[in-house]
């Protein structure tokens, strides 16, 4: 029997609705097609219903009601899994936009977050403190989301990826329960959120340990698409060595416009952006052997940590087509570089492009088994996206992205970064937590015996 909400009766909608302090969205209200859309312009999913929840209690009500109805359940933070995860067709999508708060606690550098923020209102809250938590790099990216799979980005390095700096979670279970989860409490269900997903609850607040970054010194240097190799052999042999205080993500990319100057638009790169939590001395000798290689462009400079977070937010706004392909790389020798180039040199529009994060520094020293994130011996997540504002170019900018994976693949790893994914399959799913697996099998089995949140990179449940 199909997961449909327009089976049920109005009586049993209405009766729902009376508990909520939060909105229901049916198909036939005019804020319909607004609510449905996510950061990812290629999703068109149609759920039956949204609950636009405001509180806990109604996060409490939308699971019961769901379960106890059959309905298919999607949650949705942020809306920016590139595989639009955060919805469903025909099911109900608790949506978790309302739960918003930043509390900052100054005697031990901790923040609270709630389940709905995006982490653009977390750095602006913490950076009045002279704190941040390590995210990612675009600021509108929701909390949940990127926590739950893991969270790489420009701090990783020096603090780690997110989960490592994830000291306590609230949850609303599939039973309908509301637990505390931290080292201490719950400590299997703990472990499992730290990589794991959304396959074991819905969160409704983060706990996190925040460190002291006020300002960074940070942006990129380029050089030509033709200088691939030889930037990326370079590139190894000093990120793996380099202070933990540094951080770098090579790409190849094109430059989109402004705000880059004239002669660089509509061209191909090899690019490195940069970010460094350490003081301006130090920086300037270690970018030293940096404009040794002569980019074409470099703008480094002191900033707040908050405008880094921002910087490629401008140009990759909601609403945008996208495609994702991703794996961790353990090197980037010669018949990898040499696909970067070749694959580099044919980006077909201004905003595709294929970063690699590196995995080293405090990220690498957290043990592979301490968290579900399977790759901590992995040097680079690896994620290629193509992006375009035409829905006309979706085949292009997906064959361009495939083809530069399926070349790649063969040199990977074997898995993937679970936000860089899309709805790939239950394989993919299981080489992207490998050794981890089973745990989490066996976890998700005590606490959602019935899959019943399984709009995600779902971990199946196991006795």
């Known amino acids: 029997m199909k997961n449909l909400v327009k089976n049920l009766q109005p009586e049993s909608i209405n009766a729902f609705a009376s508990q909520l302090r939060g909105d229901i969205v049916l198909p036939e209200n005019t804020s319909y097609n607004e609510t449905r859309k996510v950061y990812n312009g290629m999703i068109d999913k149609r759920p039956g219903m949204f609950v636009m929840c405001l509180d806990v209690a109604d996060v409490i009500a939308a699971v019961n009601f769901g379960r106890d109805n059959n309905l298919l359940i999607a949650v949705r933070g942020g809306g920016h899994n590139g595989g639009g995860l955060g919805l469903c067709d025909d099911g109900l999508v608790i949506d978790l936009s309302g739960l918003k708060f930043v509390r900052v606690v100054t005697s031990n550098?901790?923040?609270r977050v709630g389940g709905g923020n995006l982490w653009g209102e977390v750095d602006h809250a913490t950076h009045a403190f002279g704190l941040?938590?390590?995210?990612?790099?675009?600021?509108?990216t929701g909390v949940g989301g990127l926590t739950l799979g893991g969270g790489v980005g420009h701090l990783s390095r020096k603090y780690g990826l997110t989960i490592d700096n994830l000291l306590e979670a609230d949850m609303v279970l599939a039973d309908?329960?509301?637990?505390?989860?931290s080292k201490n409490e719950n400590s299997d269900l703990f472990w499992a959120i730290r990589g794991g997903g959304g396959n074991f609850g819905i969160v409704t607040s983060f706990k996190f340990q925040a460190h002291p970054v006020k300002t960074v010194i940070?942006?990129?240097t380029l050089w030509p698409i033709e200088r691939t190799e030889e930037i990326m052999a370079w590139y190894h042999k000093f990120i793996n060595k380099a202070p933990e205080e540094l951080n770098g993500f090579i790409a190849t990319m094109v430059i989109p416009g402004p705000p880059f100057p004239d002669f660089l638009h509509g061209n191909k790169y090899c690019g490195i952006v940069w970010c460094y939590t350490g003081n301006q001395d130090e920086f300037d000798k270690l970018i030293k052997p940096v404009m040794e290689l002569n980019p074409v462009f470099a703008h480094c400079g002191e900033m707040p940590y908050p405008s880094i977070q921002t910087m490629f937010d401008g140009m990759l706004p909601h609403g945008l087509q996208w495609y994702w392909r991703a794996d961790f790389f353990n090197e980037l020798g010669p018949e990898i570089s040499a696909q970067h180039l070749k694959f580099g040199s044919k980006i077909p529009t201004s905003l595709s492009q294929m970063h690699l994060y590196p995995i080293s520094g405090a990220a690498s020293r957290v043990g592979l088994e301490?968290?579900?994130?399977?790759?901590?011996?992995?040097?680079?997540?690896?994620?290629?996206?193509g992006v375009d504002s035409d829905p006309a170019n979706a085949d292009i900018i997906t064959n361009w992205c495939k083809d530069y994976w399926e070349a790649l693949h063969p040199y990977s790893s074997g898995g993937a970064y679970s936000n860089f994914m899309m709805d790939e399959g239950q394989e993919r799913v299981q080489a992207s937590y490998k050794h981890n697996y089973e745990r989490l099998a066996k976890i998700k089995a005590k606490y959602d015996p019935e899959n019943l949140f399984k709009v995600n990179q779902n971990i199946k449940p196991k006795n």
Do not use: H, M
């Not at 941040?132 to 509108?140: D, E, L, N, Q």
């Open 218 to 220: 940070g942006g990129p």
């Open 109 to 111: 550098n901790t923040v």
């Open 176 to 181: 309908g329960s509301f637990v505390t989860v």
């Open 370 to 385: 301490d968290t579900p994130w399977a790759y901590r011996d992995a040097k680079y997540a690896g994620v290629i996206v």
């Open 132 to 140: 941040a938590v390590p995210a990612g790099i675009i600021s509108t």
